[in-house]
C-alpha cells in the first residue's frame, strides 16, 4: 500500500472523529422514532421500497420546515429484526 494513502486516510478518520466528538447537540436530541413523529402530528409525505429488505419514509408537519426521512430495514436473520434510522432533512 502506498503510505502516502494510509497517512491521508489516517487524517480523514482524525477529522471524521472530531467531528463526532464536536456535536453535543447530536448527543442531546432523544432519537427520532416512527412512533414519536406520528403522536406528535407528522404526517407521511412519501414511501418508497428502496430495495429488497429497505423501505424510506419520509414525514412532514404543519408547523414544520423541514422534513423527517427514516430508513426502516427489515432482516429477520439480526436481532432486533426490525432496525430504524429517522433523521432530519434541512
Not at 486516510?9 to 416512527?34: D, F, K, M
Not at 402530528?41 to 412532514?60: D, P, Q, T
Request: hydrophobic share 45%; charged share 20%; glycine share 4%.
Amino acid at each position: 500500500m502506498n503510505p502516502m494513502w494510509s497517512g491521508v486516510r489516517a487524517i480523514a478518520c482524525a477529522l471524521i472523529l472530531q467531528l463526532l466528538a464536536s456535536t453535543p447537540v447530536a448527543a442531546q436530541q432523544p432519537a427520532l422514532t416512527i412512533e414519536k413523529l406520528l403522536s406528535d402530528g407528522w404526517e407521511v409525505a412519501g414511501y418508497i421500497s428502496a430495495w429488497e429488505n429497505r423501505s424510506l419514509i419520509l414525514f412532514k408537519h404543519k408547523e414544520h420546515k423541514h422534513l423527517v426521512q427514516c430508513s426502516v430495514l427489515l432482516d429477520v436473520m439480526r436481532s432486533p429484526r426490525v432496525v430504524t434510522y429517522c433523521y432530519e432533512l434541512r
